[in-house]
C-alpha cells in the first residue's frame, strides 16, 4: 500500500501536498479513474433544467474496493471515525450538530490549516493519530483522482447566500471595484458545476484552484448512501480555507437568464435588467432588510433609487411589493411592516440569494 506516514517527526504536521504518484493509488487500491460511473445531480435540479445532468464518479464496487482497502491498512474502526462526520456533514453542515467541527478539527490538525474550526466553542482536543492517518489517505486519494481527471488546477463554484447581506452591502457602498474577502473555516464546500450552483443561488463565486487545494472530492469517492444509491449528488468538493485567499472583483458574480455580470457591475452600472435581474436585485434588498443594511448615502442610494425607478417602468406589481421595503433599506422611513416577509415572500415566493 502507498505509504503515506508522516515523515516530520514525532506529531508533526503531515505535508499537504506529499503524495504518491496516481499510479500508486489506482494500483494499490484496485481503483481505474477512466472507468467512472455517471451519476446525475439532484432530481430537483435536473426537473428544474428539464434534462438529466451528471458528473462522474467511483462506481459503487470502486468505493467497495476504496473503503475496504483504507479499512485494511487503517483499521475498519479508524475508518469509520473519520467517514462518519465526512458523510453526516451531508445532512448539515450546521457546527451545533458537532460532527462538522470534529471534521474540520481532524483537518486543521492533519494539514496545518490556518482558519479556524467553524462554531462558537469549537473543539481543542488533539486527534488521534490513527484518524490522521486515513484523513492524509483520503486526500491523496483525492489528489490521484483529480490528477487523472481534471489536471493541476480545477474551477470550482459556491453559492454565497450566507455572506450575501455583507457582500451586497459592501458593493453598493463601493465608488470603485472592491476586492472581496470570504469568509472561510477550515473547509468550504464548493461544486464543479456553475449551473447547480445558480440552481441554489444567483450569486455565485467562481475560484480556479491548484488542485493540491482540494481536501476531499467529497461526492467523487466516499458518498452518503443508503441501499447502495447515493443520497447527495453534488459533485461537491471540500477545499482547504486557507487556499481561497480574496476574490477579485469578477470572481463574483450574479448569474441570471444566462448572463454573467459582476457583482460591482450589477449594482453600479447595470441600466436595464431582466425579469429575472429584477428579481435578482428585488432578493438583494430582502437580505439587507432582513440583516438592518441600511444603504443612506450615495453612491448606494442613486444606485437602489435608479434601479427602483426601472423596476416601476418594467414590472410595477413587482414595484408595489417591494417599495416599504426598499423605503426602510434606503432610509426614508425608520420601520419595516411588521409582516413585510410574509408579504414580500407571497409575491416572491422564497429568497433565491
Known amino acids: 500500500m502507498p505509504d503515506t506516514e508522516d515523515d516530520s517527526g514525532g ?20 481503483l481505474d479513474f477512466t472507468d467512472l460511473e455517471p ?14 445532468v451528471e458528473y462522474r464518479a467511483l462506481s459503487f464496487d470502486q468505493e467497495c474496493r476504496l473503503l475496504g482497502a ?16 465526512h458523510y453526516r456533514w451531508k445532512v448539515s453542515s450546521h457546527p ?3 460532527y462538522p467541527q470534529r471534521h474540520e478539527l481532524l483537518f486543521k490538525q492533519t494539514f496545518g490549516v490556518e482558519c479556524d474550526v467553524r462554531g462558537e466553542d469549537p473543539p481543542t482536543y488533539r486527534t488521534d493519530p490513527d484518524h490522521r492517518a486515513v484523513a492524509r489517505d483520503l486526500y491523496c486519494v483525492t489528489q490521484a483522482f483529480l490528477d487523472r481527471t481534471e489536471g493541476p488546477e480545477v474551477t470550482v463554484y459556491r453559492g454565497l447566500s450566507r455572506h450575501a447581506p455583507h457582500l451586497i452591502a459592501r458593493t453598493l457602498r463601493a465608488e470603485s471595484k472592491p476586492t472581496y474577502e470570504v469568509p472561510a473555516s477550515v473547509l468550504k464546500n464548493f461544486t464543479a458545476s456553475e449551473a447547480f450552483t445558480s440552481y441554489y443561488s444567483p450569486l455565485v463565486f ?22 447502495g444509491n447515493p443520497t447527495e449528488r453534488d459533485a461537491e468538493y471540500r477545499v482547504f480555507g486557507d487556499e481561497i485567499g480574496s476574490a477579485s472583483y469578477d470572481d463574483i458574480y450574479v448569474l441570471a437568464d444566462g448572463n454573467r455580470t459582476p457583482l460591482f457591475d450589477f449594482f453600479a452600472h447595470k441600466a436595464s435588467f431582466t425579469r429575472a435581474e429584477h428579481r435578482c436585485y428585488v432578493d438583494a434588498i430582502r437580505h439587507l432588510a432582513a440583516d438592518g443594511e441600511r444603504i443612506t448615502n450615495d453612491p448606494g442610494y442613486s444606485r437602489i433609487a435608479d434601479w427602483y425607478g426601472t423596476l416601476v417602468a418594467d414590472e410595477y406589481e413587482f414595484a408595489e411589493a417591494i417599495e416599504e421595503v426598499v423605503n426602510y433599506v434606503v432610509g426614508r422611513t425608520s420601520d419595516l411592516p411588521n409582516d413585510w416577509r410574509d408579504g414580500v415572500a407571497a409575491k416572491f415566493g422564497e429568497n433565491k440569494i
Not at 451519476?39 to 438529466?52: I, Q
Open 206 to 227: 467562481r475560484v480556479r484552484l491548484s488542485r493540491t487545494a482540494v481536501a476531499v472530492a467529497a461526492d467523487h469517492l466516499a458518498k452518503y448512501r443508503e441501499g
Open 96 to 98: 451545533k450538530y458537532g
Open 11 to 30: 506529531d508533526g504536521l503531515a505535508s499537504r501536498f506529499d503524495c504518491p504518484s496516481r499510479t500508486d493509488y489506482e494500483a494499490e487500491y484496485g
Open 39 to 52: 451519476l446525475s445531480y439532484r432530481s430537483e435540479f435536473c426537473a428544474e433544467v428539464g434534462e438529466r
Open 70 to 85: 483504507l479499512g485494511d491498512v487503517h483499521g475498519a474502526e479508524n475508518v469509520c471515525a473519520v467517514l462518519d462526520p
